[in-house]
């Protein structure tokens, strides 16, 4: 069997196996796999064990158009690869229409629950910063707290500035002892304002912001990858084909037309 069979391959389990594997792929289905549910390397692909059967033919050409756009673009791997090279254009409604598939395709492109985590956590900075200015009408984040400054230099509470919780090495009486001071327990170890109190949760709150940002630009940068973009592209294809064209009008009509050229090479020989 090669690239120009004279009927198209199934998305079936058994048949894109036993295809791929006529074209010198090394196809492993009962591996942990590197990836979430699928993996490809070079001329392997995994499929871990763990993949849910419905899932099993979705990640299998996932993985296949990892393959393919390796060909188009042999540096995929490392770059991520580029939508000029796989449609031939870089405008900016194929990226839009592509993030749709993929939000349609996999939810977590969507981190909804860290969104719904950061605005939890926005709140409460919200939430610390009022009752800041009920005592400090002038605070502002962005400009130093001076009173604050000024009491929390002779505090021990200033190491929990920068954690939530740390371990500090005092020494009574000639002994050394170990103390936990956590952002919990201020009130009990501290005897300090209520302002300054709020003001080290409000700094907790902060960090934890910058993490989930932190997070869902990660997650971002990896979900619009040109490489990811095309391969859930793919799969979109096969979980429904209707949408896909509705929300993806100019990607799919320019993917069919690329496809009927022969220029997504032995992916042509599969149905879609």
């Known amino acids: 069997m090669d690239s120009c069979i004279l009927y198209k391959v199934r998305p079936e389990k058994k048949e894109l196996i036993k295809y791929f594997k006529s074209l010198g792929l090394s196809v492993n289905t009962c591996t942990k796999a590197r990836g979430h549910q699928g993996f490809f390397m070079k001329n392997r692909i995994d499929i871990s064990k763990n993949t849910p059967e419905n899932r099993v033919v979705p990640t ?73 200015k009920l005592y400090y009408p002038g605070f502002q984040r962005s400009k130093k707290f001076r009173e604050f400054d000024k009491y929390i230099k002779k505090s021990k509470a200033r190491y929990l500035l920068k954690y939530d919780r740390v371990k500090v090495i005092e020494r009574v009486f000639f002994k050394r002892e170990v103390k936990i001071y956590t952002i919990d327990n201020l009130e009990k170890d501290f005897d300090m304002p209520e302002a300054f109190s709020a003001y ?31 391969a859930r592209l793919v799969e979109g294809l096969y979980l429904d084909r209707e949408w896909i064209e ?18 997504f090479m032995e992916l042509k020989n599969i149905e879609l």
């Open 60 to 132: 299998l050409l996932h993985e296949f158009a990892h393959y393919i756009h390796s060909k188009i673009e042999p540096d995929m791997a490392k770059n991520g690869g580029t939508l000029k090279a796989l449609f031939q254009t870089d405008e900016k409604c194929f990226l839009e229409e592509l993030i749709k598939v993929t939000n349609f395709v996999d939810e977590n492109s969507l981190c909804i629950k860290l969104y719904e985590h950061k605005d939890r956590v926005k709140k409460k900075i919200n939430e610390y910063d009022k009752i800041i």
């Open 200 to 230: 080290i949760r409000l700094k907790s709150y902060t960090r934890k912001q910058a993490r989930i940002s932190a997070r869902i630009n990660k997650y971002k940068k990896y979900y619009e990858k040109p490489a990811e973009l095309f």
């Open 246 to 263: 509705a929300i993806a009008p100019n990607v799919v009509q320019k993917f069919y037309v690329f496809l009927d050229k022969g220029y």
